[in-house]
């Protein structure tokens, strides 16, 4: 997960926000009212992308949380807080063997809470371990699931919403996500399940695609801000009127205390946007928010596929034309979601890159030569 966001999360100088705190610049996008009565929320995780993302934004409303995590991880974040935030230890994984840590839900046995906001389920045994121990001292739980949970995804022609097929897998209490994370999306799926199972009417299964902005470690969008800066021929992926969706990670954790201030349950697909946006329109628009001196030229999916370009690995944002379904997220902007204007999630991100992000290797994204290579044999095909 990445490091150099958080780390930063807050600011020790500066005008004070929501009662005196000092948020970063990028970290609030539009005007904070605090909530009329403030929450008790429980995370499950927390130092990590969207964990700290759902935090700032909490803390800004004014509520109040607890993080539950092993405290390997950003251990001091949101240590100047300490109205706002409690840290408890403990670890939620059941071992797979000997040499693993035991289970240790032990921090968790007392308390009362709003909501909790489970970041880190990914077995079902143990988001029924975590249901088992809190019982009734938690008045919802948002389940922080995945667009994997629908197999089809992709595959047909027919826009995915929160009725369509869900995944299935022969065990649905699997410890491992097996070779090719096959049983990631099952799994996911499983413990939606399991939440609803401990709090039937109170359990929102939030289902997010690509979660990007800055912090983004993945690299996988952060690719393109990257490209932008760098500005001259860059290679545009695949067809330009083919959709892409994400969400950016502070827009996401927003939501989620919406969620929580309205006491809302259901499914919902969590991803950008309320209108569809071509691969052309983010090219240009990042174009036009961070480097003008961009040119790009078009390469076809079949080109990419025959030069075995990965998508969005070696190309982020791209998707083979016929491969990309379409999320519909109606149900979620009902609920609440808002989305700022990609331009801002670019540009923060190309601020990001420079400022915050440091030297560590890219772990997506097309090296330069072979861009390069890739356009000077598009030309000469």
């Given at each position: 997960m990445p490091k150099n966001l958080t780390r930063r999360s807050f600011l020790g100088t500066g005008a004070a926000v929501a009662g005196g705190l000092s948020l970063p610049l990028h970290a609030i996008s539009r005007p904070i009212v605090p909530a009329a009565k403030p929450?008790?929320?429980?995370?499950?995780?927390?130092?990590?992308?969207?964990?700290?993302?759902?935090?700032?934004?909490?803390?800004?409303?004014?509520?109040?949380?607890?993080?539950?995590?092993?405290?390997?991880?950003?251990?001091?974040?949101?240590?100047?807080v300490p109205d706002h935030v409690e840290k408890r230890r403990g670890q939620r994984r059941r071992p797979n063997d000997d040499k693993a840590p035991k289970q240790d839900l032990k921090a968790l046995e007392k308390g009362e809470w709003d909501a909790v906001v489970d970041t880190s389920a990914y077995f079902t045994r143990e988001v029924e371990d975590v249901c088992a121990v809190l019982k009734d001292r938690v008045g919802q739980y948002i389940s922080i699931?995945?667009?994997?949970?629908?197999?089809?995804?992709?595959?047909?022609?027919?826009?995915?919403?929160?009725?369509?097929?869900?995944?299935?897998?022969?065990?649905?209490?699997?410890?491992?996500?097996?070779?090719?994370?096959?049983?990631?999306?099952?799994?996911?799926?499983?413990?939606?399940?399991?939440?609803?199972?401990?709090?039937?009417?109170?359990?929102?299964?939030?289902?997010?695609?690509?979660?990007?902005?800055?912090?983004?470690?993945?690299?996988?969008?952060?690719?393109?801000?990257?490209?932008?800066?760098?500005?001259?021929?860059?290679?545009a992926p695949g067809s330009p009127d083919n959709e892409v969706q994400f969400i950016d990670v502070r827009d996401l954790g927003a939501w989620l205390v919406h969620l929580i201030e309205n006491d809302t349950a259901g499914a919902f697909n969590a991803v950008g946007f309320d209108g569809r946006i071509s691969m052309a329109e983010f090219l240009h628009t990042g174009k036009g928010a961070v480097n003008h001196r961009c040119d790009f030229t078009w390469v076809d999916d079949a080109f990419l596929q025959e030069n075995k370009v990965s998508s969005w690995g070696e190309m982020g944002c791209w998707t083979p034309k016929k491969l990309n379904g379409h999320t519909d997220v109606a149900r979620a902007i009902a609920a609440g979601l808002t989305f700022r204007p990609i331009a801002q999630t670019i540009r923060d991100t190309a601020d990001w890159v420079q400022n915050g992000r440091g030297d560590k290797p890219?772990?997506?994204?097309?090296?330069?030569?072979?861009?390069?290579?890739?356009?000077?044999?598009w030309k000469k095909r």
């Open positions: 929450k008790r929320i429980l995370m499950l995780g927390g130092t990590g992308w969207l964990g700290p993302a759902t935090v700032r934004a909490g803390i800004a409303r004014g509520h109040h949380f607890t993080l539950f995590n092993r405290g390997k991880s950003n251990p001091t974040l949101f240590d100047d699931s995945s667009l994997s949970v629908y197999p089809d995804l992709g595959i047909n022609d027919q826009p995915i919403d929160e009725t369509s097929k869900l995944a299935t897998c022969e065990d649905k209490y699997a410890t491992t996500m097996g070779k090719r994370w096959e049983r990631y999306g099952p799994l996911k799926r499983y413990c939606e399940d399991a939440a609803e199972a401990a709090y039937p009417g109170k359990t929102a299964k939030v289902r997010p695609g690509y979660i990007v902005g800055p912090g983004d470690g993945t690299d996988r969008f952060t690719y393109w801000p990257k490209r932008f800066l760098r500005g001259g021929e860059i290679l890219w772990r997506a994204g097309m090296k330069d030569e072979r861009e390069a290579e890739l356009i000077a044999k």
